[in-house]
């Protein structure tokens, strides 16, 4: 079955850097665009970017063109999310998620990555 | 970036009511909107899709109506699993935005 698992959640300090993972499995990745969401306490979701998995290639929302960084291992299906340059304001929970492929919406989802930045 | 604007907030409702949740999109955005469907401490989840259709497996008390800038989003008979937060996400223009939420309680 599709499975999208992402690593334990963290705490950083303002400042710093953090990389979050996402390894796949259940479906063929290069077939299909994974996605970055994030979604503070109380807010809707908010789209980051994403990644293609056939060829590396990337898109990310204006707001984190300059901090986030989006990556593929293809020896063991997983994908990463760097977000650099922490403020308070990145604590949220963030999500890989996959593209559903007949439009862009997303069908199946991580459990989620909590970061704190305090 | 295009704002999608969901009303109401919060809804109360009965088992077997019919709930309405309207998405007002900034701009028009075609027939490019899905809906979720997220239940606390879990994912969202898919229910519709370009505006009106519904994703495999998702029973059919739910529907979605709409196109340009105006958008609806209905269960037709409220269901007790049906308590959670419903999202609505245009994909017509980067960056893909969300509503903020509407919180369906019984």
């Known amino acids: 079955q599709v499975q999208l698992v992402q690593s334990g959640a963290e705490v950083k300090k303002p400042g710093a850097s953090v990389r979050i993972a996402c390894k796949a499995s259940g479906f063929t990745l290069t077939s299909y665009y994974i996605h970055w969401l994030r979604q503070a306490p109380g807010q809707g979701p908010e789209w980051m970017g994403r990644i293609d998995p056939s060829d590396g290639g990337t898109i990310r929302a204006q707001k984190f063109l300059d901090r986030v960084f989006m990556t593929i291992d293809t020896s063991t299906d997983t994908l990463y999310m760097e977000l650099r340059s922490l403020t308070v304001d990145d604590t949220a929970v963030y999500s890989c998620?996959?593209?559903?492929?007949?439009?862009?919406?997303?069908?199946?989802w991580g459990q989620g990555t909590l970061l704190t930045v305090s | 970036d295009i704002q999608m604007t969901q009303s109401p907030s919060s809804l109360s409702a009965s088992v077997g009511d019919r709930v309405t949740i309207s998405c007002q999109a900034s701009?028009?955005?075609?027939?490019?909107l899905n809906w979720y469907q997220q239940r606390p401490g879990k994912a969202p989840k898919l229910l519709i899709f370009?505006?009106?259709s519904l994703e495999t497996g998702v029973p059919s008390r739910f529907s979605g109506t709409g196109s340009a800038t105006d958008f609806t989003f209905t269960i037709s008979s409220l269901q007790p699993e049906d308590i959670a937060t419903y999202y609505c996400?245009?994909?017509?223009?980067?960056?893909?935005?969300f509503g903020q939420g509407t919180k369906v309680e019984i």
């Open positions: 996400q245009q994909y017509d223009y980067l960056p893909y935005t």
């Open positions: 701009q028009d955005i075609r027939k490019c």
């Open positions: 998620a996959r593209e559903f492929g007949i439009v862009v919406g997303f069908d199946y």
């Open positions: 370009e505006a009106s």
